[in-house]
């Protein structure tokens, strides 16, 4: 009989990467050239043999399988065939690698890079770099290859009382790691999983997000992924915003969760 705890699946219906999870730093990030990165090994041989991934992902080596697996299928997929008609197989399975999810946070690829995409110290971007370096190209690249997304987008954030505090009026803002979003307000408070009096739904206007469509574990959930390059700024003051919810009487949004305008400073994210 195996020891290891039964999964704890969420409440809500969205994947794990779409609920709320805090952004614990919004200071600017120091850029990396990603591109500039010249890969040895290919994507999935990349995640099963790298020190640094396999000690953070134990569970690697399935997640490698599934991938491979993901990818086979997509060859019979006519819609997906219309996002990969311009990128190769190393860059099709960096999509699907991030968007794997096997019910829990720790040791998920998606949570342990973003973890990493958030260090802003010196040693930690030297250590994203020698673990998730090749990863990264393969990903920027692969979502380089899709349309671009532009238009309103939500989010939701846990911690309302702190994004107040930190989001001031006008402060340039960077979370530094991929943000997951939706075109669909019902989605953003799908993710709040029980926690709705203490959460905020952010509303930005981006102009360069990536859809991920069927090149996803989840091809439902129609997710508007944000570059960790993305920076933002706070649009409208924190009053305009309820009288908004007020107005709209929960038919915009729920009227007791706060609304942060936001517009994308980059002209490309990717």
């Known amino acids: ?6 999964i704890q699946q969420p409440e809500s219906s969205v994947p794990l990467r779409l609920l709320l999870a805090a952004e614990p ?8 050239k990603w591109e500039d990165l010249r890969p040895v090994r290919h994507l999935l041989e990349e995640l099963r043999t790298n020190p640094g991934i396999r000690a953070a992902c134990p569970d690697i080596e399935s997640i490698a399988n599934d991938i491979e697996f993901k990818a086979r299928d997509l060859l019979y997929d006519e819609e997906a065939f219309r996002f990969t008609e311009q990128m190769d197989q190393d860059c099709l399975q960096a999509i699907l690698a991030y968007t794997h999810d096997a019910g829990q946070k720790q040791g998920s690829l998606y949570f342990e890079l973003n973890n990493c995409l958030r260090e802003r110290s010196p040693e930690g971007r030297a250590g994203l770099m020698l673990t998730w370096g090749d990863f990264m190209h393969y990903f920027l690249k692969g979502l380089s290859k899709l349309e671009p997304v532009s238009g309103v987008v939500y989010r939701g954030l846990p911690e309302k009382d702190a994004v107040v505090v930190q989001y001031k009026v006008g402060r340039p803002i960077q979370w530094g790691a991929f943000s997951s979003t939706s075109r669909a307000k019902e989605v953003a408070k799908r993710s709040f999983a029980g926690d709705k009096h203490s959460a905020i739904i952010l509303k930005m206007t981006i102009t360069s997000g990536r859809r991920l469509g069927p090149l996803s574990f989840f091809p439902m959930e129609d997710e508007i992924l944000l570059s960790p390059r993305c920076r933002f700024v706070a649009w409208l003051q924190l009053v305009l915003c309820l009288i908004v919810c007020i107005y709209f009487s929960g038919l915009f949004i729920f009227s007791f969760v706060y609304v942060f305008l936001f517009f994308c400073l980059s002209p490309t994210c990717i």
């Open 25 to 32: 730093f919004i200071s600017a990030v120091p850029s990396a």
């Open 1 to 6: 009989m195996s020891n290891k705890e039964p």
